[in-house]
């Protein structure tokens, strides 16, 4: 499993004037394989590094930002995806509220992720966490009850240590 899956989970509700975000963007690599599926969105990355929207300006608007703290409007964007950089994120539970803040009702949200009660993630968590990381890894089962606090109807996939939470913004809350 990798995150060949992006776009695929967008659903009919993503239109020709669909906007996408990529947080924790990087370099756009997610942004890079949604677009192999829809060229049709507009793309945003959000990332925090000035030096990684260099390259990931190319692919898309950027905007130097924390998922803590999006720069959009209430309810102005179809699709949010978050490859590999949730672990990262000072604040889950508050970059969560926003996503559920940003996105239009029936949006998607797209999460890869690693498991850290898996050998492979619990080794990836400990990595991170001794090079300074947050760390923030959480079981498949976990992420899934904060995505449904935050409003959104989850799916998981799971392959071995690797997952990917697909959400649907919930339409009443
Ligand atoms: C492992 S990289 C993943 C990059 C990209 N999504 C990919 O799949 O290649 C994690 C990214 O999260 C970013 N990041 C760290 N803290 C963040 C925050 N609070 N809000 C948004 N992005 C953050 C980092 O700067 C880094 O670019």
């Keep these: 499993m990798g995150t060949r899956g992006v776009g695929a989970g967008v659903g009919p509700s993503a239109t020709r004037w669909g906007s996408s975000l990529d947080v924790g963007g990087g370099t756009a ?36 930002a924390h998922a803590e703290d999006l720069p959009f409007e209430h309810g102005s964007v179809q699709m949010i995806m978050v490859g590999e950089a949730l672990h990262h994120f000072v604040d ?31 080794f990836m968590a400990t990595g991170e966490r001794l090079l300074g990381e947050p760390g923030h890894f959480f079981t498949p089962d976990i992420l899934a009850v904060m995505a449904r ?9 799971t392959r071995g240590w690797k997952y990917v939470l697909l959400g649907r913004r919930e339409l009443t809350s």
């Excluded at 606090?149 to 996939?157: I, Q, R, S, V």
């Design 149 to 157: 606090e935050a409003g959104f109807l989850p799916n998981l996939k």
């Design 29 to 64: 690599v997610l942004t890079r394989l949604a677009q192999d599926r829809r060229r049709d969105l507009v793309y945003h990355i959000v990332e925090p590094q000035k030096g990684m929207l260099r390259y990931a300006r190319a692919y898309g608007e950027i905007h130097q």
């Design 92 to 122: 889950p539970k508050i970059a969560f509220a926003e996503f559920a803040r940003v996105l239009v009702p029936g949006g998607g949200l797209f999460i890869f992720e690693f498991d850290p009660s898996r050998t492979m993630g619990r």
